[in-house]
């Protein structure tokens, strides 16, 4: 995000640019700027209140007359060309915030989103958000140890520099940018809008489109360390090979291995998991696939310079990367074959490849308010609204196909698009329409994914695999399909999250045994009992199942563990660790808000579930609960031991 203009600061703008750009304007943003620049409160009232437009990307006349548009486009012009002009409001506070918000969407918008808003829209100073920084460290203080440079590692490394904290970060490829950096399969892009999947503090970034390729967001996030100034504190080609807690000197001891394949031990504060959900590839077990002849891979470890024209493709699985690929790479293979184990929906997104045309960057790169209240329109979208339609109605008439009223009225929908899409199609019909109430699994976004499996070189196969061959794949049937290719878009395993990284806690008690199952359970999805001075990102209940930004939860994450080491550095507290009751409740909390949801829904598997049936993943909590609790945590729910109580158990 771009900073917002200081109280009394003054602006000028290029009226030639001005007089071009507002034709490109959404009117809802562009209300807001207005009130913002002039105080006027007519902005906020008819007939300048725009229609309540659900769409992720919305039109931009705001349902509003051309009359009124026409209006609000000249005045725009008018007094945003006025040089130095200076905004009349800065930072609207909360309760003229939620009116702002209520009339830029056309609804009612609860007062209690007001705060969450402003501080990711940069309307309120970064350092007013921030925790209090250590007043003083101590001689040799050790560092926080973060695990991971991909966007949590970021928001993490950036808001420990802000306080003066010291920190490493460790990251085992060459480069920052985590899932961003290895996935790099045809057609890879983010599913969330890029104006509120990036950082609510640092420079804007110019995305050429609204959902933006995966070379985009990779440079974002590069940007993002250098811009921070992280790079000084991460060790690249570094992997961590073990974590044990050090109960006599309350501090982890944290194995490393380095670029040159030696070991060594380093010491650490505090250690924070920021490895995430999405990084540990799943291989499914399939009979043969060593016997295959030709390249066989994981679609996270797309082969660089992979050349496909020509080729005989065989997919195996048809999620979100495979909803990528398959329209990606259509036209320029000889066949494409995708295996099919179940059925996805998938939400229309008519302008989904549209570009960001040069007057709509200008708006967001220079008019004040403008990318702040683009983001917010973007955020409310893909946020909390969709939330409360995903609970179970125990009254409705049709729980074997959806949940409620308005789940039903969305399947049809989608369903109605499946119609559309493959119209002449009933072969492909019947194997493309779910059965399962939709958002039961993750949401995916049609891309033109049903206008490619149509095609003739195109193969839907929802027949079980028995096994791979030298040349092929075969099926239940006895059927084999040739192919020169195999991609395995098969996902991945989420449930051991940080488990994986060998952590040892109180009383020899390893993180793998107090997970076995895959069953992962932490307080808040960040602290685990039994583990102090561990925090964990992108945790246990923690991923976004509803809509939302994973970056928003990482910096939710951030802010929540950087109070946490703040008051232990301001305090003199040697150690923090979640009491094993208030682990107990909020796991009780969050299974018993998870049987009125979607995703315990009897009539279908996901990955969200482990293999007993408990959601481990999603949240069923809004997003504005997590921001809210971030803020202040409760710390009645840890251990503090006193740094004296230290010295007298090493006395």
Same mark, same amino acid.
């Given at each position: 995000?771009?900073?917002?203009?200081?109280?009394?600061?003054?602006?000028?703008?290029?009226?030639?640019?001005?007089?071009?750009?507002?034709?490109?304007?959404?009117?809802?943003?562009?209300?807001?700027?207005?009130?913002?620049?002039?105080?006027?409160?007519?902005?906020?009232?008819?007939? /300048?209140?725009?229609?309540?437009?659900?769409?992720?990307?919305?039109?931009?006349?705001?349902?509003?007359?051309?009359?009124?548009?026409?209006?609000?486009?000249?005045?725009?012009?008018?007094?945003?060309?006025?040089?130095?002009?200076?905004?009349?409001?800065?930072?609207?506070?909360?309760? +003229?915030?939620?009116?702002?918000?209520?009339?830029?969407?056309?609804?009612?918008? !609860?007062?209690?989103?007001?705060?969450?808003?402003?501080?990711?829209?940069?309307?309120?100073?970064?350092?007013? &958000?921030?925790?209090?920084?250590?007043?003083?460290?101590?001689?040799? *203080?050790?560092?926080?140890?973060?695990?991971?440079?991909?966007?949590?590692?970021?928001?993490?490394?950036?808001?420990?520099? &802000?306080?003066?904290?010291?920190?490493?970060?460790?990251?085992?490829?060459?480069?920052?940018?985590?899932?961003?950096?290895?996935?790099?399969?045809?057609?890879?892009?983010?599913?969330? !809008?890029?104006?509120?999947?990036?950082?609510?503090?640092?420079?804007? @970034?110019?995305?050429?489109?609204?959902?933006?390729?995966?070379?985009?967001?990779? &440079?974002?996030?590069?940007?993002?360390?250098?811009?921070?100034?992280?790079?000084?504190?991460?060790?690249?080609?570094?992997?961590?090979?073990?974590?044990?807690?050090?109960?006599?000197?309350?501090?982890?001891?944290?194995?490393?291995?380095?670029?040159?394949?030696?070991?060594?031990?380093?010491?650490?504060?505090?250690?924070?998991?920021?490895?995430?959900?999405?990084?540990?590839?799943?291989?499914?077990?399939?009979?043969?696939? &060593?016997?295959?002849?030709?390249?066989?891979?994981?679609?996270?470890?797309?082969?660089?310079?992979?050349?496909?024209?020509?080729?005989?493709?065989?997919?195996?699985?048809?999620?979100?990367?495979?909803?990528?690929?398959?329209?990606?790479?259509?036209?320029?293979?000889?066949?494409?074959?995708?295996? *099919?184990?179940?059925? *996805?929906?998938?939400?229309?997104?008519?302008?989904?490849?549209?570009?960001?045309?040069?007057?709509?960057?200008?708006?967001?790169?220079?008019?004040?308010? @403008?990318?702040?209240? #683009?983001?917010?329109?973007?955020?409310?979208?893909?946020?909390?609204?969709?939330?409360?339609?995903?609970?179970?109605?125990?009254?409705?008439?049709?729980?074997?196909?959806?949940?409620?009223?308005?789940?039903?009225?969305?399947?049809?929908?989608?369903?109605?698009?499946?119609?559309?899409?493959?119209?002449?199609?009933?072969? +492909?019909?019947?194997?493309?329409?779910?059965?399962?109430?939709? @958002?039961?699994?993750?949401?995916?976004?049609?891309?033109?994914?049903?206008?490619?499996?149509?095609?003739?070189?195109?193969?839907?196969?929802?027949?079980?695999?028995?096994?791979?061959?030298?040349?092929?794949?075969?099926?239940?049937?006895?059927?084999?399909?040739?192919?020169?290719?195999?991609?395995?878009?098969?996902?991945?395993?989420?449930?051991?999250?940080?488990?994986?990284?060998?952590?040892?806690?109180?009383?020899?008690?390893? +993180?793998?045994?107090?997970?076995?199952?895959?069953?992962?359970?932490?307080?808040?999805?960040?602290?685990?009992?039994?583990?102090?001075?561990?925090?964990?990102?992108?945790?246990?209940?923690?991923?976004?199942?509803?809509?939302?930004?994973?970056? #928003?939860?990482?910096?939710? *994450?951030?802010? /929540?563990?950087?109070?946490?080491?703040?008051?232990?550095?301001?305090?003199?507290?040697?150690?923090?660790?979640?009491?094993?009751?208030?682990?107990?409740?909020?796991?009780?909390?969050?299974?018993?808000?998870?049987?009125?949801?979607?995703?315990?829904?009897?009539?279908?598997?996901? @990955?969200?579930?482990?293999?007993?049936?408990?959601?481990?993943?999603?949240? !069923?909590?809004?997003?504005?609960?997590?921001?809210?609790?971030?803020?202040?945590?409760?710390?009645?729910?840890?251990?503090?031991?006193?740094?004296?109580?230290?010295?007298?158990?090493?006395?």
């Amino acid at each position: 995000m771009p900073a917002q203009p200081a109280a009394g600061e003054a602006v000028t703008l290029d009226p030639a640019r001005v007089a071009a750009a507002v034709h490109a304007a959404d009117l809802r943003v562009l209300l807001m700027v207005l009130f913002h620049v002039t105080g006027d409160r007519k902005w906020l009232q008819a007939p /300048y209140r725009p229609r309540r437009d659900v769409q992720l990307i919305a039109d931009e006349d705001g349902g509003l007359p051309a009359e009124v548009q026409d209006d609000i486009r000249r005045a725009a012009t008018e007094i945003l060309s006025r040089p130095g002009f200076v905004p009349a409001i800065t930072d609207p506070g909360d309760t +003229l915030m939620q009116e702002m918000m209520s009339v830029c969407l056309g609804e009612a918008v !609860p007062d209690e989103y007001a705060p969450m808003m402003r501080q990711q829209m940069g309307l309120m100073p970064r350092a007013e &958000d921030l925790p209090p920084a250590p007043r003083k460290l101590a001689a040799g *203080q050790l560092p926080v140890l973060v695990v991971g440079a991909g966007a949590s590692g970021i928001a993490m490394g950036a808001t420990l520099l &802000d306080l003066g904290i010291p920190f490493t970060i460790v990251e085992k490829n060459a480069e920052v940018g985590g899932t961003w950096l290895e996935n790099r399969y045809p057609g890879c892009g983010v599913d969330t !809008p890029n104006h509120a999947y990036s950082f609510s503090w640092g420079e804007r @970034y110019p995305w050429s489109r609204y959902f933006a390729p995966r070379e985009q967001l990779h &440079d974002y996030l590069v940007r993002s360390a250098d811009g921070f100034g992280l790079r000084p504190h991460i060790r690249f080609e570094t992997s961590v090979t073990s974590a044990r807690w050090d109960e006599a000197a309350r501090c982890w001891h944290v194995g490393l291995r380095n670029p040159d394949g030696s070991s060594e031990t380093v010491r650490a504060f505090a250690l924070v998991s920021a490895i995430g959900q999405l990084s540990q590839i799943s291989i499914p077990d399939i009979p043969g696939k &060593d016997d295959f002849q030709g390249p066989i891979f994981h679609s996270a470890q797309w082969p660089e310079g992979l050349e496909l024209t020509g080729k005989r493709v065989a997919i195996i699985g048809t999620g979100a990367t495979s909803m990528q690929v398959v329209p990606t790479v259509v036209d320029e293979v000889a066949r494409i074959t995708v295996y *099919q184990r179940s059925a *996805q929906w998938a939400r229309p997104i008519p302008r989904y490849h549209d570009p960001i045309g040069a007057d709509a960057q200008w708006l967001l790169a220079e008019v004040p308010f @403008y990318a702040a209240w #683009f983001r917010f329109t973007m955020l409310w979208r893909y946020g909390d609204g969709l939330l409360p339609t995903l609970r179970k109605d125990p009254d409705w008439i049709h729980p074997e196909r959806s949940l409620n009223r308005v789940n039903d009225r969305h399947r049809q929908q989608m369903a109605d698009h499946i119609m559309a899409e493959l119209e002449g199609r009933p072969d +492909l019909i019947a194997k493309c329409m779910p059965t399962y109430p939709p @958002y039961g699994k993750r949401i995916l976004l049609d891309n033109g994914w049903f206008q490619a499996i149509r095609k003739p070189n195109a193969e839907l196969v929802t027949d079980d695999i028995d096994r791979i061959v030298a040349d092929g794949v075969v099926t239940r049937d006895g059927t084999h399909r040739p192919a020169d290719v195999v991609v395995l878009a098969t996902g991945f395993r989420i449930a051991q999250m940080a488990a994986r990284l060998n952590i040892t806690g109180r009383a020899g008690r390893s +993180l793998a045994e107090e997970w076995a199952g895959d069953d992962p359970r932490a307080y808040l999805g960040i602290a685990v009992a039994g583990f102090p001075n561990l925090f964990v990102m992108q945790g246990p209940s923690t991923g976004l199942g509803h809509g939302g930004s994973a970056i #928003f939860q990482s910096e939710c *994450q951030a802010h /929540y563990i950087a109070v946490c080491l703040s008051r232990m550095l301001n305090e003199g507290i040697a150690a923090i660790e979640a009491k094993p009751e208030a682990q107990a409740a909020f796991v009780a909390m969050i299974d018993a808000l998870h049987e009125q949801m979607i995703w315990t829904h009897p009539g279908m598997s996901t @990955y969200y579930r482990n293999s007993r049936g408990r959601v481990v993943s999603v949240t !069923p909590r809004r997003l504005v609960d997590h921001w809210t609790e971030s803020r202040e945590p409760d710390f009645n729910a840890f251990h503090l031991t006193p740094a004296g109580e230290e010295l007298a158990r090493a006395g």
